[in-house]
């Protein structure tokens, strides 16, 4: 069993219309792989809405943790307030004399706990977001789901991939195909330590190939092998032939090119993937990118 992550170094590059062609490539292709797919997007998740996936499962992931104050203990003496470094606690505007927690400003540091001399503040887990187990059409979809304005993205991701990993062990999967977050960021790292190979899905101009360099740089720090394919391949001969060069340079094959097409739009906002609508110039050169990493 194999797990390959695709990844960009900027959002928009085509790496999700790209994961979602491999899904239906895997499923329903002239080579028949069985694949579980993980969308490791969590704070922008948006595979689901190609695969149309049925829900199976939905677990709570739980993040930090927040102070929480008992208001029948507090005594409003402030102290909690000029040990908070991160101005989480204020005047209750109902109570000035009482304190309360601003959630989005509290880092969980559990200073305000130790304290206040009436042990009226105590951490409790935050629920940061959710797990999801769906069975598209495709086959088995993990994906996640990050509360709005919390952190700890990159954990939610690790978890999204251990949920697929424990559902392969044992059931004679083939590959763990993973669309991955855009950027370099801790989400990233969290979806590519560990993988066997990453696809970076770039495009050619100034800020593809900056961004390219920056996420090769990630996967090579890692120790992940690298391959990179270049989407509207056409549209900037000269910025191709420059990450060609740049690829060359640092020993990374180039696996495939895909031209501009407008029927990945067309295909996108009819909510399949373009290799399932047609055989257009974009869903030929995914056929053949698909064949050639199966060979590798």
Not at 231 to 238: S, V
């Amino acid at each position: 069993m194999r797990e390959l992550v695709l990844l960009s170094g900027k959002g928009g590059t085509g790496k999700t219309s790209l994961a979602a062609s491999f899904a239906h490539l895997a499923a329903e292709g002239e080579i028949p792989i069985r694949a579980v797919i993980v969308d490791a997007d969590v704070d922008a998740s948006n595979l689901e809405l190609v695969l149309e996936p049925v829900l199976l499962e939905d677990r709570a992931f739980e993040g930090g943790k927040v102070v929480v104050i008992d208001r029948d203990l507090c005594t409003g003496c402030m102290e909690c307030m000029e040990v908070c470094r991160f101005e989480a606690l204020h005047p209750s505007p109902d109570s000035p004399d009482l304190v309360m927690v601003d959630p989005i400003s509290c880092e969980g540091c559990a200073a305000c706990t130790h304290i206040c001399p009436e042990n009226a503040m105590h951490m409790e887990q935050e629920i940061a977001g959710s797990l999801y187990h769906s069975e598209s059409r495709y086959g088995p979809l993990f994906h996640a789901a990050l509360h709005p304005m919390q952190d700890n993205s990159g954990k939610l991701v690790m978890a999204v991939r251990e949920m697929a990993r424990a559902h392969v062990s044992g059931n004679g999967y083939d590959l763990i195909l993973v669309d991955g977050p855009p950027g370099i960021g801790c989400p990233v790292i969290s979806a590519v330590t560990g993988s066997d190979s990453a696809l970076i899905v770039t495009e050619p101009g100034a800020a593809g190939v900056h961004d390219l360099k920056r996420i090769v740089e990630t996967t090579e720090h890692f120790g992940v092998p690298t391959m990179v394919c270049v989407n509207k391949a056409d549209i900037h001969p000269e910025g191709t032939e420059e990450i060609e060069a740049y690829c060359l340079e640092r020993g990374i094959e180039v696996v495939g090119k895909i031209p501009f097409d407008d029927a990945v739009t067309t295909a996108m906002v009819e909510g399949v993937p373009v290799t399932a609508s047609g055989n257009g110039p974009a869903a030929r050169a995914i056929h053949h990118l698909w064949r050639r990493l199966i060979r590798l």
